[in-house]
């Protein structure tokens, strides 16, 4: 089955700084990459996604880019603010019955 | 406003019994999913159902059970068989396109002692 990969676990920045998370996954067949938030004690929010047929969107300050050949995909935010601290989980969708595969979490905390 | 509503948000059970989380959508959706998070673990898929009378094991099923007798609502029980059911539950929709996102209620805190 597929398998997705996420680093780095946790991330510190300071404001203003960027932030890049990325992702790994293993089977060719995933066509869908969402990136979901995850604020304390709250469910995911889908903040960004991207499908197979293309290598870039952007988002105002969130980007998403995606590489196939090397079968990953980063989560990129600039001018990050302190209400960007959250948990970032990224996630590979197959293209058969819309089961979804995430990633471990990446706890980011931007420090004012 | 359209969204997925998860009640209660927490959840107190002894050992030995059982306990139904609600799973409530006003979206649509013709899918709908149950993940269970730990720390550190990620989103684990526990049952997931794609039309009505119709539900299929995730990853982490023994010791789940599910129905789903409405397109609207997608109960959990966590049975007695579950042998480490503390953990915060989040029930998620979908539409049954490829490439449609999942939509996720805000969860439910449940702890088992």
């Known amino acids: 089955g597929e398998n997705v990969e996420q680093h780095p676990s946790t991330l510190s920045v300071q404001e203003g700084d960027s932030a890049v998370i990325k992702c790994t996954y293993s089977?060719?067949?995933?066509?869908?990459f969402p990136w979901y938030k995850q604020e304390l004690g709250k469910g995911p929010q889908l903040i960004i996604d991207i499908r197979s047929n293309v290598g870039e969107k952007k988002d105002q300050r969130i980007a998403v880019t995606l590489n196939k050949t090397a079968k990953h995909f980063s989560l990129h935010i600039t001018e990050t603010q302190p209400e960007d601290s959250a948990v970032y989980f990224c996630?590979?969708?197959?293209?058969?019955?819309?089961?979804?595969?995430f990633g471990t979490g990446t706890s980011l905390t931007v420090i004012p | 406003d359209g969204g997925i509503t998860q009640s209660p948000k927490y959840l107190f059970r002894k050992e030995g019994q059982n306990v139904t989380l609600s799973c409530e959508q006003n979206l649509n959706h013709d899918a709908m999913y149950w993940y269970r998070q730990d720390p550190g673990q990620g989103l684990r898929l526990i049952y997931y159902?794609?039309?009505?009378?119709?539900?299929q094991k995730g990853d982490i099923a023994e010791g789940y059970s599910v129905s789903r007798e409405k397109k609207e609502s997608f109960p959990l029980t966590v049975t007695s068989a579950q042998k480490n059911p503390t953990a915060f539950y989040l029930c998620?929709?979908?539409?049954?396109?490829?490439?449609?996102?999942?939509?996720f209620g805000n969860g439910t805190r449940l702890t088992v002692t």
């Open positions: 998620a929709s979908s539409q049954q396109r490829d490439g449609s996102p999942l939509h």
């Open positions: 089977d060719s067949a995933s066509n869908y």
């Open positions: 996630a590979a969708s197959l293209n058969t019955g819309n089961q979804f595969y």
């Open positions: 159902s794609q039309i009505v009378n119709d539900f």
